[in-house]
């Protein structure tokens, strides 16, 4: 049996000697000698091709650890982390988890948390699966011209700048998609012709096919330039869509047609999360409504719809309080309204933090990308960690 070589990292002798002790009680797992050199500790881990167990406590020079994670979980991928705190909060665990690490305990240990840690990290280092933690998040409106691609494609930069991980982008607005207008872009593949070859794609195909936005990990996957290819694809097709590119993005950002045809309704079906977007005047409102109504009817989970108000001004005669009243809804964003800087982002074909990432409408889709990401690391955390973060 291949042993699994297992660095433990921490000051504390005590921690250091349990930690040792435990991990000696495992027959599979060989422990390395100690050291405390930052540096030669990403040395030896990446040397070692089979798979490695990197025990790192972060009660001390917690950025140091979180940087020196950072660097092995991205070039050792056969490293898997194991973290430990004397001081758990859930933004540490955040930055644990952002830096790699697949379990987390406090310290001091207990024998059988570690045990299960353990356990669980052996069996991923030896049938590596992946775990799908891919979001679907549609930009909706039942209402044109309402901002929808502004947000959609936004977002998504914003999201891939944020997360570094791989974001699609894709336009439903399959007759007069804007994407590619926003972005400047001329993609050579379009949303028919990856239907068409949906049985053969695979990641390699799909990085390839889509769209990258300069050296950015966003992916455009842009509409048909033809009507009529539009009208040959139908609902099932998307659904398949989305599960192939769910195993190679960690976010999909559709930007939805204004209409509940048959595909578009599809790709909100499969969406983890739908941002409705509104404005603050009573026919958009209106409309609004009756689309929260629909969704119902369609058995959407309250929780999975947010609404999002656009060009939203402080002086606003309807006020944020209003607006929550008639649709009995909270709201979940507002953008603020900024005509100019938005009118010259899609005027160059450029994201407007590229115009200017300290206007306040820029900075309200960063913010959006950081508080959604942040949301659903806590939410995937919460699952894993739930008796951890009960006692906070
Ligand atoms: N936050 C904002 N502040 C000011 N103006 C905005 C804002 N967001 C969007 N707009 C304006 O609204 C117009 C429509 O925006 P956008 O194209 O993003 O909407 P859409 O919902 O995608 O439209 P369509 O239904 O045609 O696809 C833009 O040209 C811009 O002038
Ligand atoms: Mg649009």
């Known amino acids: 049996m291949q042993k699994i070589s297992t660095l433990i990292f921490s000051e504390d002798l005590s921690t250091s000697e349990v930690l040792k002790l435990l991990v000696s009680e495992f027959d599979n797992l060989e422990l ?8 030669k500790i990403f040395e030896i881990l990446s040397n070692i091709t089979d798979k490695s167990l990197f025990i790192v406590d972060l009660s001390v020079k917690k ?10 979980s991205q070039q050792c991928p056969n490293c898997k982390i194991l973290a430990l705190s004397d001081n758990p909060s859930v933004d540490l665990i955040i930055q644990i988890m952002r830096a790699g690490a697949k379990e987390f305990l406090t310290v001091p240990i207990l024998k059988n948390e570690f045990f299960d ?8 280092l030896e049938e590596p699966k992946k775990i799908n933690k891919c979001k679907i998040i549609s930009v909706f409106s039942n209402k044109g011209g309402i901002g929808k691609t502004s947000l959609a494609s936004n977002l998504a930069l914003e999201l891939s700048k944020i997360t570094k991980e791989n974001v699609a982008l894709i336009d439903m607005n399959f007759q007069m998609g804007d994407i590619t207008t926003f972005l400047d872009l001329k993609p050579s593949f379009n949303i028919s012709y990856m239907l068409e070859n949906i049985d053969k794609i695979n990641e390699t195909f799909l990085l390839s096919t889509l ?6 990990s966003l992916y455009v996957l842009a509409d048909p330039p033809y009507f009529k290819q539009a009208d040959t694809i139908h609902p099932k097709q998307i659904t398949k869509l989305f599960n192939t590119l769910k195993e190679t993005f960690s976010y999909i950002i559709v930007d939805a047609e204004a209409s509940f045809d048959g595909k578009n309704i599809a790709a909100l079906d499969n969406s983890d999360m739908i941002l409705l977007v509104s404005v603050a005047n009573l026919p958009t409102l209106r409309n609004t409504q009756r689309c929260l109504e629909l969704f119902d009817k369609l ?31 909270q709201i979940y964003w507002k953008i603020p309204n900024n005509y ?26 960063k913010d959006l990308a950081q ?16 008796n951890i973060l009960n006692n906070f």
């Open 32 to 39: 390395l000698e100690q050291t405390s050199d930052f540096s």
């Open 63 to 72: 950025q140091e650890k979180l940087d020196l994670m950072l660097k092995i």
């Open 117 to 124: 840690a353990i356990n669980k990290l052996i069996s991923q």
């Open 211 to 216: 769209e990258r936005y300069k050296n950015s």
């Open 299 to 329: 058995g959407y989970d309250k929780e999975k719809t947010k609404i999002v108000i656009n060009r939203y001004m402080e002086n606003d005669e309807i006020k944020e309080d209003d607006i929550e009243k008639v649709l009995s809804k």
């Open 340 to 365: 100019f800087a938005i009118m010259s982002a899609i005027n160059k074909g450029v994201p407007v933090s590229i115009i200017n990432s300290s206007t306040n409408v820029a900075q309200s889709y």
């Open 371 to 386: 508080h959604i990401s942040d949301n659903l690391y806590k939410q995937n955390m919460a699952k894993r960690f739930e």
